[in-house]
Every structure is written in structure tokens, then in C-alpha cells.
């Protein structure tokens, strides 16, 4: 039989049995409809009578043949529903209702055998259309999947007894060590203080004028949450290869001068150092891609596969200016802006935070920068949940070399301009030139 020829995966006699096991007992219905919905129902007319049932549920009417029947009568649907006489045979094909969630399980399968196969048909089509890029073809099957995937995620209730023990335990475990966060930590205390971390869904853009040491900001931000807490991250880099990465990295985490590290000039003691960070660093869940001019569909796509592959929790990408649109033929601005939007998305898609640096433009110079000055488009600002600014005085060259400048660091300012969901303000951080690393201010006593 050719394929066009095949009738859809349905099971109507699974689909009898669970309207039938539900009028046998009608407090079932308030498990099924937690993952259980009318389009799950390939039978018109047991799609009609499972809406009719809803109804009654959601107006805490008890629903039997009579009140079923009723129901479907005031709606004008008793007729496509098959009638009186379907609807009472319905409880003869089940003795029981004890089977009830198998039942709704084999209909909630089929069903998404049948979104697959649509899924399929959609991307077929798609793919001998000749105006649709091949890049456009994968992102939209890739992105299809992926909700087809989450959206037949199950969920139940919870009895507010075991919800109230874990929320104190949450809630006691947070009194005890100050550094928790509900979000993924940065690593500075003050700034995690006024964030709570960086919280899931949310784009979080750090712009500062070049050379401001918005790498070395990230790069601090993820040896504290891949490195030192474990926690599953991505680094999209289309600036630098992933040995300058990792350079960067290993001179941060062993605390040796970064000239050092590029030029091998190292003592036995900083190169037992360096093995040491190399071997931490090994065991990090911490991935690296080093694409130049990165497509903003490949980066989308590949985000998507780490997510399910690697589990990835927290997303940084160094810098959004530096993304291709597929979209050249356009103004560079509607471009940043469809860019910005897309990130955006893709952290709430993912349900994890994005967070992309960016470059302010060059008016800024010696003064701070404010949101009006981010590079490009005003779209960034109003996409991102939370905008902040890498600012510090420039030093004279001579006070750069000063090694005592370098061992007490830069004093630099973190300004959180735009929080959507919590408040703004300064935080103080130093900049330790020597290993491209920011630390928290210590502040006097």
C-alpha cells in the first residue's frame, strides 16, 4: 500500500474505552486532563464528546449519560457526537474504570504520531520549496521538534503538604548560605545580590566601550558557574579561536600572568599551577563553539542540540554584533534588532538564560554609559530583561605597568541600568589585568 494510501495512527477503540471508563468514574477525569486534550482524539465523534465532558468539569457538574448527553444537545453537537445510542454503548466497552490512564495513554501516543507525521509533511514541503533556504528549512524543523517534544510534556498536581516541606527546606538551605541564588550565580557576590542570579527565560546583555574587558567579564562569570559550580555552559565565541579561550581561562583559574601563559615563559611553580587549573578545568561541563561570523540560525540550531544533548543550563555569547542575519539585504539596524529578538526567543524556548555582549558606541568614551548608547539598536534595550555596563576610568599607560596597579587591580564599576524584574544600581568590582579576570570589590570595614 503506498504511503499516501495509509490511514493515520489512531487506536478508536482506546479512545471508546477511556470515554467509557470516564463516565464509569468521572473523578478521573481531573488526572486525564492534565496531559489529555480534545485534538489528542483522532474520532470526530469522540472528540466532541470528550469537549462536552471538559465542560462539565470545568462547571463542576457531575457529567453521566444523561448530563453528557444534555451538554452535547445545548451545543448543537449530539448529532456529529453519533448520538443517544453511541454515547450509552460507550460504558459497555469497558467493565471498569481501573484501566482508565492506560487507555488515555495509548490515545495521547497515536496522537502524537500523528503530529509527527504532519511535522514530516510540513518539512518535506518545505524542502522542495526552491524560495525557502536549506538554513531556514533545518531551523524550522529543528524548532518544530523541539515543541512537538515539549509541549507533550505531562504534568500532575502536588498535595500542598510535600510543597510546603521542600519550599522551607529551599527557604532554610538560602538562610544558611548566603551565596544561594534562585538563579545561576555569577560568581559577584554583590551583583548576584541584587539579580539573584541569572534567572531562566531571560536575555541579559553586558555592553562596554572595547577594551573594557567585556571577554574577560564573561569568561570570570563562567569559571564561576562551569568551572567552580558545575553547572552545564555554553560559550559561543566569534571573536577569539577556543585555544584563546582556554589560554584566558587557565591563566584565570591557575592565577598566572596571562603574558606568561601565550609566551611559555613559565616557572615550575606556575606551570604546576597551570596542570592543576588545566586538570579542574578538564572536568568542567563547559562547551565551546569558536564559529566566526556565525549564521543566526546555526547558532539557534546548535543552541537547541546542546540543550538536549549536553543539558546545558546557561548560554553566553561573545558578541551579538558579531552574529550574521540571514537576512544581509537589509539595514544593519533591522538586522541587530531581528538578531535581538531571536535570542530573546530562544532563552524563553529554552527556558534558560542567554546572556550576550555588546559593544557601546564610541560617544560613550570617558563618560558612563547609558542605555542609549548601546551599539546598533534600540531593539537591544527593549528585548533584554536585564542591561548592564562594564565602566571604568581609563588608566595612563606608565599606572598600567605599575606592577602595584596590577596586583591590587582596576577599580571598575558594573552598572546594572535595566533589570525587568528587579532593582538597578552600581556594583564595585577590580579588574586584575595580569589573568583577564574581574573580582569582587572588597570593600573596607
Known amino acids: 500500500m503506498a504511503l499516501k494510501d495509509k490511514v493515520p495512527p489512531s487506536n478508536i477503540e482506546a479512545e471508546q474505552a477511556t470515554l467509557g471508563a470516564l463516565l464509569l468514574d468521572w473523578e478521573a477525569v481531573g488526572t486525564v486532563i492534565t496531559y489529555l486534550r480534545p485534538d489528542n482524539f483522532y474520532s470526530i465523534q469522540n472528540k466532541k464528546i470528550f469537549e462536552a465532558m471538559l465542560k462539565l468539569y470545568n462547571n463542576s457538574q457531575r457529567g453521566d449519560l444523561i448530563t453528557l448527553t444534555e451538554q ?14 453511541y ?49 531556514a528549512v533545518l531551523e524550522d524543523a529543528q524548532k518544530m521538534i523541539f515543541e512537538l517534544s515539549d509541549s507533550n510534556q505531562t504534568s500532575s498536581y502536588k498535595e500542598a503538604g510535600p510543597v510546603v516541606v521542600s519550599t522551607i527546606e529551599m527557604i532554610e538551605k538560602l538562610y544558611n548560605n548566603k551565596n544561594a541564588f534562585t538563579g545561576i550565580p555569577s560568581g559577584f557576590r554583590d551583583l548576584d545580590t541584587m539579580t539573584s542570579g541569572f534567572q531562566d527565560s531571560e536575555l541579559i546583555i553586558i555592553g562596554a566601550r572595547p577594551s573594557m574587558g567585556k571577554t574577560a567579564m564573561a569568561l570570570s ?23 584563546q579561550i582556554m589560554q584566558r581561562l587557565l591563566a584565570a583559574q591557575g592565577r598566572i600572568p596571562s603574558q606568561k601563559i601565550r609566551t611559555g615563559l613559565l616557572t615550575m611553580q606556575e606551570l604546576q599551577r597551570m596542570q592543576d587549573a588545566a586538570g579542574i578545568i578538564y572536568e ?11 549564521k543566526l540560525l546555526d547558532l539557534r540550531a546548535l543552541a537547541r542540540r546542546m540543550k538536549i544533548q549536553r543539558g546545558i543550563k546557561i548560554i553566553f555569547i561573545d558578541y551579538i554584533t558579531l552574529i550574521t542575519s540571514e537576512n544581509t539585504s537589509i539595514p544593519r539596524h533591522e538586522q541587530i534588532a531581528e538578531i535581538s529578538r ?41 528585548d533584554a530583561d536585564v542591561v548592564m555596563f562594564i565602566h571604568r576610568e581609563r588608566q595612563k599607560k ?48
Not at 452535547?72 to 445510542?85: F, T, Y
Not at 560617544?363 to 534595550?381: F, H, K, V, W, Y
Open 72 to 85: 452535547l444537545r445545548s451545543d448543537n453537537e449530539l448529532e456529529n457526537a453519533g448520538g443517544p445510542g
Open 221 to 243: 562569570m563562567i569559571q564561576n558557574i562551569a568551572i567552580k559550580e558545575k553547572i552545564p555552559a555554553a560559550l559561543f565565541s566569534l571573536e577569539m579561536s577556543d585555544k
Open 398 to 445: 606608565q599606572n598600567e605597568e605599575d606592577p602595584s596597579q596590577k596586583t591590587l587591580g582596576m577599580p571598575t564599576k558594573l552598572i546594572v541600568a535595566k533589570q525587568r524584574n528587579g532593582p538597578i544600581g552600581d556594583v564595585e568590582l577590580v579588574f586584575l589585568p595580569q589573568f583577564t579576570r574581574f573580582e569582587t570589590a572588597e570593600k573596607e570595614m
Open 87 to 135: 454515547i450509552t454503548a460507550l460504558t459497555d466497552t469497558v467493565a471498569t474504570s481501573a484501566n482508565v490512564e492506560y487507555y488515555a495513554k495509548i490515545v495521547l501516543e497515536q496522537s502524537v504520531r500523528r503530529d509527527l507525521i504532519k511535522v514530516s509533511n510540513k518539512i518535506i514541503a518545505q524542502s522542495y520549496d526552491e524560495t525557502v533556504g536549506s538554513r
Open 342 to 382: 531571536s535570542l530573546k526567543s530562544l532563552a524563553r524556548e529554552l527556558n534558560i538564560p542567554v546572556v550576550a555582549l555588546s559593544q557601546v558606541r564610541r560617544d560613550a568614551e570617558g563618560q558612563e554609559p547609558t542605555l542609549a548608547d548601546l551599539r546598533e539598536s534600540g531593539s537591544i534595550e527593549q
Open 284 to 294: 568542567s561541563p563547559l562547551y565551546i563553539v569558536d564559529t566566526p561570523n556565525m
